[in-house]
């Protein structure tokens, strides 16, 4: 048994039932033995993956699956409070979810970089030709793309292909439950890259800028 899963599905219920001091207190007790990063990634996030495909499969309601989402993205932007972290030199990046409304993936990468020294821009949430258009805007050399569910997966491609009709030369960056699912689907998307969790983000993009990919 995963050390995590009772954790976890505590912590689900505890989110569902929309009960804030419980969801701290199950936090703070891990804040103990657990850094930030590894309470984001081995506890809120496979929480809110599993709210999300149990609301995929209908069990659950879009209202549960927002509140659970609100709550986290305050519970990461309070582990994740970065003060006098030096800024380091590198190429136009930018952060986005494509067109999923569940944003703490994003949250919790976008924090990951902070933390490094990186400072992508933050596009929020955006459709597929918005982003597209944000990207050649703004000249973005270095694109991390966060997704929770699966057809959001699947319109990388289209991103991909519409750059590359653009003749643009940036790297994307992939990460969400789907490409942990499917090892292969980032590749199939077209991506230059993926992330299994959220501190990869850093090799990531350091790889990037020696030149490794």
């Not at 599993?50 to 305050?74: A, F, H, P, R």
Request: charged letters at 25%; glycine letters at 8%.
């Amino acid at each position: 048994m995963d050390i995590f899963e009772g954790i976890i599905l505590n912590f689900t219920d505890a989110l569902l039932s929309i009960d804030r001091v419980f969801v701290e207190d199950i936090i703070r007790e891990q804040k103990k033995e657990l850094s930030p990063i590894q309470i984001a990634e081995n506890i809120i996030s496979p929480s809110l993956e599993k709210i999300g495909s149990d609301w995929e499969s209908g069990k659950l309601s879009l209202s549960q699956v927002y509140m659970s989402g609100k709550i986290c993205e305050e519970l990461v932007n309070s582990l994740f409070l970065l003060e006098g972290i030096t800024s380091k030199i590198h190429p136009k990046a930018a952060i986005v979810t494509l067109e999923d409304y569940h944003l703490l993936g994003k949250r919790i990468v976008l924090s990951m970089l902070r933390a490094g020294g990186y400072t992508p821009i933050d596009f929020g949430q955006m459709s597929v030709d918005n982003l597209v258009r944000k990207v050649q805007k703004e000249e973005i050399q270095i694109l991390f793309i966060s997704v929770l569910m699966l057809p959001s997966a699947l319109k990388v491609e289209k991103v991909k292909s519409q750059l590359e009709q653009l003749n643009h030369k940036g790297k994307i960056i992939v990460g969400g439950a789907p490409f942990r699912f499917d090892l292969e689907l980032w590749k199939n998307v077209g991506a230059d890259a993926m992330g299994k969790t959220a501190s990869d983000a850093i090799c990531i993009m350091e790889d990037i800028i020696g030149g490794g990919k």
